[in-house]
């Protein structure tokens, strides 16, 4: 069964940084594609970053771009998301998910198997 836990959110002032990790089950993260999105209340769900394990290809939205890096861990089955410099905007719940086809893509309904997600606040 697929199964993905985020964590490493957290309270955060501007500027600061977190990583936050994504640890994979059932599954292996060879050959796989997982992505990273973030949701406020009122809004959809946005795709903030990707990972095509296969060739280490990554996407960024142009709001993160510079700021946060995506990489993987194959053997520890991670993926992880180190967000630096960061603004009071980036404040969301961040959620992974396995990508349901080869290719990074930054639509939600290219994704499934979504973690619960993890809460991160970036205030003063």
């Known amino acids: 069964q697929l199964q993905l836990v985020e964590s490493g959110g957290g309270l955060v002032q501007p500027g600061g940084s977190l990583r936050l990790s994504c640890a994979a089950s059932g599954f292996n993260l060879d050959y796989i594609v997982i992505g990273w999105f973030r949701q406020v209340p009122g809004k959809e769900r946005e795709g903030v970053s990707c990972?095509?394990?296969?060739?280490?290809?990554?996407y960024y939205t142009d709001s993160v771009k510079g700021r946060f890096t995506i990489s993987g861990d194959n053997a520890k089955k991670t993926v992880y998301l180190q967000m630096n410099s960061l603004k009071p905007e980036d404040t969301a719940v961040y959620y992974c998910a396995v990508g349901v086809a080869n290719w990074c893509s930054s639509q939600d309904r290219d994704f499934r198997a979504w973690g619960q997600g993890t809460q991160v606040i970036v205030s003063s």
């Open positions: 990972i095509k394990s296969s060739d280490g290809s990554t």
